[in-house]
């Protein structure tokens, strides 16, 4: 069974950098699949923030693009995602994600509660 | 960036009330359309994908249709814990967008 596991502080910094690492077990990612990084900020919709390959060939959205990193390692198999100069319109739950055949979310992390404060 | 637009934002209904919640998208996507449910506190949970396949172990109740640029996911009869949020999302070209979500609320 694929599972997914968020982790990272739970409170940034305004202007700082917000990282959070998404383990994967029951699950190679180098087998292949597309891996993902959803956020919700409290009473909101989901957004897509960016999708990762086990090659490191990544894909962001378009809005986020430049202050979002995500990357991969493989001998860990785990994931991560960094945001840089953050506000308090990044505060969300934050979710990781596996990318299914058909280009949807099958496999969902728990979510992770980031809140960016002074 | 194609944009989906799910409608209504939210609905009231009754326990066995048959449901039908819309998603458009701004141009054809082939039916790479997914629909999630998603409760308070929880992570969203795959029900439908490529328009109208069922996820395994998801009730038969919930059925998706459509193509092109308009998609619809029909609960066949309101169950107790059917109360909830359901999240449209496309895919297109190594891009991904969620709908805003249909909240539906108990009568």
């Known amino acids: 069974q694929v599972q997914l596991q968020e982790s990272g502080p739970g409170l940034v910094e305004p202007s700082e950098t917000l990282s959070l690492t998404c383990a994967v077990s029951?699950?190679?990612?180098?087998?292949?699949?597309?891996w993902g990084w959803i956020r919700q900020p409290p009473g909101r919709g989901l957004e897509w923030i960016g999708t990762?390959?086990?090659?490191?060939?990544?894909y962001y959205n378009m809005s986020l693009k430049s202050r979002v990193t995500i990357a991969v390692d493989t001998s860990k198999n785990q994931f991560s995602l960094r945001l840089s100069s953050v506000t308090a319109a990044d505060t969300a739950v934050y979710y990781c994600?596996?990318?299914?055949?058909?280009?949807?979310?099958?496999?969902w992390g728990q979510g992770t509660l980031v809140t960016v404060s002074s | 960036d194609v944009q989906v637009t799910q409608s209504p934002s939210a609905l009231s209904a009754s326990v066995g009330d048959r449901v039908t919640f819309t998603c458009r998208a701004s141009?054809?996507?082939?039916?790479?359309l997914a629909w999630y449910q998603q409760k308070p506190g929880k992570a969203p949970k795959l029900l439908i994908y490529?328009?109208?396949t069922l996820e395994s172990g998801v009730p038969s109740r919930f059925s998706g249709s459509g193509s092109g640029t308009e998609f619809t996911l029909t609960i066949s009869s309101l169950q107790p814990d059917d109360f909830a949020t359901y999240y449209c999302?496309?895919?297109?070209?190594?891009?991904?967008?969620f709908g805003q979500g249909t909240k539906v609320e108990i009568k």
């Open positions: 994600a596996r990318v299914g055949q058909w280009w949807y979310f099958d496999y």
């Open positions: 029951g699950y190679s990612i180098t087998r292949g699949y597309y």
């Open positions: 990762i390959y086990h090659s490191g060939t990544t």
């Open positions: 141009q054809s996507i082939n039916n790479l």
């Open positions: 490529k328009a109208s």
């Open positions: 999302q496309q895919y297109n070209n190594y891009l991904w967008t």
